[in-house]
Protein backbone atom coordinates (compact mmCIF):
# COMPACT_ATOMS: atom_id res chain seq x y z
CA UNK A 1 0.00 0.00 0.00
CA UNK A 2 2.77 2.41 0.44
CA UNK A 3 3.85 1.95 -2.86
CA UNK A 4 1.08 2.42 -4.50
CA UNK A 5 0.75 5.96 -2.00
CA UNK A 6 4.16 7.11 -3.29
CA UNK A 7 3.39 6.55 -7.04
CA UNK A 8 0.22 8.83 -6.86
CA UNK A 9 2.48 11.93 -4.66
CA UNK A 10 4.95 11.11 -8.09
CA UNK A 11 2.38 11.28 -10.27
CA UNK A 12 1.16 14.32 -9.21
CA UNK A 13 4.43 16.17 -9.16
CA UNK A 14 5.22 14.87 -12.81
CA UNK A 15 2.13 16.11 -14.60
CA UNK A 16 2.57 19.36 -12.10
CA UNK A 17 5.76 20.21 -13.54
CA UNK A 18 4.01 18.66 -17.18
CA UNK A 19 1.78 21.63 -17.68
CA UNK A 20 3.77 24.31 -16.18
CA UNK A 21 6.09 23.30 -18.70
CA UNK A 22 3.63 23.47 -21.88
CA UNK A 23 2.23 26.56 -20.06
CA UNK A 24 5.24 28.56 -20.41
CA UNK A 25 6.12 27.27 -23.93
CA UNK A 26 2.90 27.28 -25.83
CA UNK A 27 0.32 29.31 -24.37
CA UNK A 28 2.13 32.46 -23.99
CA UNK A 29 4.31 33.33 -27.29
CA UNK A 30 7.36 34.99 -26.05
CA UNK A 31 7.90 38.40 -28.55
CA UNK A 32 10.40 40.55 -28.72
CA UNK A 33 10.35 44.52 -29.70
CA UNK A 34 14.55 45.39 -31.65
CA UNK A 35 16.46 47.45 -29.97
CA UNK A 36 18.71 48.10 -32.93
CA UNK A 37 18.46 47.27 -37.19
CA UNK A 38 19.86 44.48 -38.26
CA UNK A 39 20.87 43.22 -41.67
CA UNK A 40 20.89 39.82 -42.86
CA UNK A 41 24.28 37.96 -43.29
CA UNK A 42 22.82 35.06 -44.96
CA UNK A 43 19.50 33.41 -46.29
CA UNK A 44 18.87 31.32 -42.28
CA UNK A 45 18.97 35.03 -40.47
CA UNK A 46 16.55 37.54 -40.68
CA UNK A 47 16.61 41.33 -41.53
CA UNK A 48 14.91 43.73 -38.81
CA UNK A 49 14.72 47.08 -38.15
CA UNK A 50 14.48 49.07 -34.90
CA UNK A 51 11.05 48.52 -32.83
CA UNK A 52 9.84 45.50 -34.99
CA UNK A 53 8.25 43.22 -33.17
CA UNK A 54 9.11 39.56 -33.62
CA UNK A 55 7.85 36.08 -31.99
CA UNK A 56 10.11 33.78 -30.85
CA UNK A 57 9.51 30.18 -32.44
CA UNK A 58 12.61 28.15 -30.97
CA UNK A 59 15.61 29.08 -29.17
CA UNK A 60 19.40 27.93 -29.61
CA UNK A 61 21.63 27.82 -26.91
CA UNK A 62 24.24 30.15 -28.53
CA UNK A 63 22.04 33.22 -27.90
CA UNK A 64 20.19 32.41 -31.89
CA UNK A 65 16.35 32.49 -31.74
CA UNK A 66 14.53 31.49 -34.87
CA UNK A 67 11.81 33.78 -34.45
CA UNK A 68 8.35 35.06 -36.89
CA UNK A 69 8.22 39.05 -37.88
CA UNK A 70 4.89 40.09 -36.53
CA UNK A 71 4.85 43.72 -36.46
CA UNK A 72 6.64 46.50 -38.63
CA UNK A 73 8.45 49.33 -36.89
CA UNK A 74 9.82 51.98 -38.50
CA UNK A 75 12.04 52.04 -41.61
CA UNK A 76 10.39 50.00 -44.48
CA UNK A 77 12.31 47.71 -45.94
CA UNK A 78 11.98 44.36 -48.11
CA UNK A 79 10.28 42.37 -44.99
CA UNK A 80 6.98 40.36 -45.10
CA UNK A 81 5.00 39.72 -42.03
CA UNK A 82 5.59 36.41 -41.47
CA UNK A 83 8.67 36.17 -42.43
CA UNK A 84 10.92 33.62 -40.20
CA UNK A 85 14.67 33.67 -40.01
CA UNK A 86 17.50 33.69 -37.16
CA UNK A 87 18.00 36.82 -35.06
CA UNK A 88 21.19 37.18 -32.28
CA UNK A 89 18.85 37.37 -29.16
CA UNK A 90 20.35 40.51 -27.43
CA UNK A 91 19.39 42.59 -30.02
CA UNK A 92 15.65 42.49 -28.81
CA UNK A 93 13.96 43.12 -25.24
CA UNK A 94 11.73 40.27 -24.53
CA UNK A 95 8.57 39.69 -23.25
CA UNK A 96 6.82 42.77 -24.69
CA UNK A 97 3.07 42.62 -25.60
CA UNK A 98 2.10 40.61 -28.59
CA UNK A 99 0.36 43.09 -31.51
CA UNK A 100 -3.02 42.87 -30.21
CA UNK A 101 -4.12 43.07 -34.47
CA UNK A 102 -2.65 39.66 -34.96
CA UNK A 103 -5.33 37.56 -35.00
CA UNK A 104 -7.48 39.90 -36.25
CA UNK A 105 -5.85 40.14 -39.25
CA UNK A 106 -5.39 36.49 -40.21
CA UNK A 107 -8.55 35.57 -40.50
CA UNK A 108 -9.77 38.70 -42.74
Request: glycine share 10%; aromatic share 12%; charged share 25%.
Amino acid sequence: HTHVHTHTRTHTYTHFNVSVTIFTKMSIPEFGKAKYEYDAQDYEELSFREKDVVECVDKDPSGWYRVRLVQQGDGGGERINGETGSVPSNYFDWGVPGPALLTKAARE
